[in-house]
């Protein structure tokens, strides 16, 4: 893939406390560490920039983290300066910035605005205090209700809101509840993410051995789908399996990665994707400063992976993440303008037994996932694994 990168994704790897769940690369308190990250940050857009020949404006930027609600909105405008300066921004670039009820206030929400953030994508997780405190959010859920509240009084029309599912303890109607509330605030985009326990956390800890506590797969599945369901029937589209969103609305910046296109990712534990080369920051903050100050020309040192995607490899993705698209899949027609080659014989088998099994079905000339390939969309993505 030779596409020059039109999104950006910028990491702040910083948190008031650890949630319970998370292991996302973050660190709680480090204060001091703040200021010199963004000067960090600014080096390493600068000198990728000069290092990148061919630069097109950014389509999309997404501060994610971490908690980038953590940084004053002085601090965010730095950095989408830089990447102004360094790459330029299109027309019409969506911004989006995550923000943490707790962190955020209805004048600082009002500065994001006027920074340039278009977009804010609210960690909401659930609306009940109690499940709140079991999985160790810093907020109670009258401050998220205060930040949606704010955000809305802001200017901001953009928002999406993150919700969980299959919490310890959640039953149907909690979630429900929740999502109702986000629908009644007329909230345009909405993620629901299953929990899942990841090694080391202090929730894995806990129920590792106690399994039997959580929530039973068929209970997570059910809790899903009443949500989607509730969805569809306020008029959202459930255009990707975790996310639905009004006529409008989609994630510009996500279609990036379910696309397989490439993007820059800049920061401690960021991600990028381009010149047919997977690229992977250090995830040690002190590193990551040392080298930004010491020498910042040598970007190599900052990557702990920078490994080349073959073209298989990039058919594979190409179908693995296109098939989270509920509604556009994997097109044919694309693939082909794409790679140069035929869907079709390129994954006959994979295509025809799973077809056969009722996990994907053909629209026009694309493969979209059916209702039951929803549910093992696992089953599906494994076909493409390589
Ligand atoms: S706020 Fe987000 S990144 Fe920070 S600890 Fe919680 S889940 Fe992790």
């Known amino acids: 893939m030779t596409k020059a990168p039109f999104s950006a994704y910028v990491h702040f790897p910083f948190c008031e406390k650890k949630c319970d769940y998370c292991d996302f690369t973050s660190f709680a308190g480090r204060k001091a560490d703040r200021e010199p990250y963004i000067h960090a940050l600014l080096q390493e857009i600068h000198t990728t920039a000069n290092r990148t020949a061919v630069r097109v404006p950014l389509q999309t930027v997404y501060f994610g983290g971490g908690t980038p609600s953590l940084f ?32 955020v206030n209805a004048r600082s929400l009002c500065a994001y605005k006027e920074s340039g953030v278009n977009r804010l994508s609210i960690g909401i997780q659930s609306l009940s205090d109690d499940l709140l405190r079991r999985i160790g959010r810093i907020h109670t859920a009258a401050e998220a209700k205060a930040t949606i509240a704010g955000a809305m009084k802001a200017g901001f029309t953009n928002i999406s809101c993150d919700l969980m599912t299959g919490l310890p303890g959640q039953t149907a109607e909690d979630a429900l509840d929740s999502l109702d509330y986000l629908i009644r605030m007329g909230v345009p985009h909405l993620s629901f993410y299953a929990l899942t326990l990841e090694e080391g956390t202090p929730m894995f800890l806990q129920y590792e051995k106690d399994k039997e506590t959580l929530l039973p ?49 800049f920061g401690c534990g960021a991600s990028g994707y381009r010149d047919d080369i997977r690229e992977e920051n250090t995830s040690d903050l002190s590193s990551y400063l040392q080298y930004m100050e010491d020498c910042p020309e040598e970007l190599d040192r900052l990557r702990i992976d920078a490994s080349p995607i073959s073209a298989d490899e990039s058919r594979r993705e190409y179908m693995l993440l296109g098939f989270r698209l509920l509604i556009e899949g994997v097109s044919e027609d694309e693939y082909r303008g794409r790679f140069g080659t035929e869907m079709l014989e390129d994954f006959a088998s994979q295509l025809r037994v799973l077809s056969l099994q009722n996990l994907i079905e053909k629209k026009d000339h694309s493969y979209v996932l059916t209702a039951k390939g929803i549910d093992f969309a696992n089953v599906v993505f494994r076909e493409f694994v390589s």
């Open 72 to 103: 004053s909105a002085s601090q965010i405008h730095t950095v989408l300066s830089a990447l102004d300066s360094s790459f330029g921004l299109s027309q019409d670039p969506e911004i989006t910035m995550e923000v943490n009820p707790g962190t």
């Open 217 to 265: 797969d068929d209970a997570e599945r059910a809790m899903y789908h009443a949500m989607v369901g509730r969805l569809r029937d306020a008029g959202y589209l459930h255009y990707e399996i975790s996310n639905a969103a009004k006529p409008g609305f989609f994630s510009r910046h996500n279609r990036t990665y379910w696309k397989a296109l490439p993007y820059y990712g």
